[in-house]
């Protein structure tokens, strides 16, 4: 079975912190995203990643970063926390450009609160 | 500008009866659709999808889904709805020129009542 984990089910920070939340997977997929899930809007792209050290901005990337460093480990960064940015965050993976079965595989997802 | 809609914030059906969720799409040549679902405090888990080929796919836990280019639309059906089917369903589609990304509807929240 596919797996893929992040770091912590529930965060709390402050305002200004640095945070950081890592999705780990291990199907040796080549690509990896970040989502954020807010009621009412579904799940919006934040980054996507489709190799190491490789990394592509998706819908809302704004005050966000991401780190790629190996293929099955992908970095999701607040350099900044704000409370805007209190939200469910779901990593998910995928095998690249249709060399599998198209489908991505989400971890159990980060709910973190920025206060 | 490519889009999913599910017109539906919620849909309640008792126990026992068919249950639809409504999904169109709005993206141009032939995507590939999918359908998720999310219990309480959990990541998305997928349910089916439809690549090529007959237009009604089968998927996890009794759900279908039919597949019509004409009215772009890939409806998620059930028979015969269980309580524990309760939960949040998302449509997704994945745009021809760019099949590595997902772009996902709103959601609709599921109830079941016994």
């Known amino acids: 079975d596919v797996k893929v984990t992040q770091s912590s089910r529930y965060l709390v920070k402050r305002t200004g912190e640095k945070v950081f939340l890592e999705c780990v997977q291990d199907?040796?997929?080549?690509?990896m995203f970040w989502y954020r899930q807010d009621p009412g809007l579904g799940l919006r792209l934040i980054y996507f990643s489709y190799d190491v050290k490789m990394k592509e901005k998706g819908d809302i990337p704004e005050g966000y970063s991401v780190s790629r460093e190996k293929k099955e480990r992908f970095s999701l960064i607040l350099e900044s926390a704000s409370t805007n940015q209190t939200s469910m965050y779901l990593c998910?993976?995928?095998?690249?450009?249709?060399?599998?079965?198209?489908?991505?595989?989400f971890g159990p997802g980060t709910r973190l609160t920025v206060t | 500008a490519q889009s999913v809609a599910q017109p539906e914030d919620q849909v309640n059906v008792a126990e026992g009866n068919p249950l639809t969720v409504k999904c169109t799409y709005s993206v141009s040549g032939n995507p590939y659709l999918f359908w998720y679902v999310q219990y309480p405090n959990r990541g998305l888990q997928f349910l089916l999808k439809y690549i090529t080929g007959d237009n009604l796919v089968k998927g996890s836990y009794g759900f279908e889904a039919e597949f019509n280019k004409s009215q772009t639309s890939f409806h998620l059906k059930k028979p015969s709805a269980l309580v524990s089917d309760s939960a949040l369903y998302f449509c997704a589609v994945s745009p021809p020129l760019s099949t590595d990304k997902l772009i996902f509807g709103t959601g609709t929240r599921l109830q079941v009542f016994p």
């Open positions: 199907m040796d997929h080549e690509n």
């Open positions: 998910a993976s995928s095998f690249f450009g249709g060399t599998g079965d198209y489908e991505q595989y």
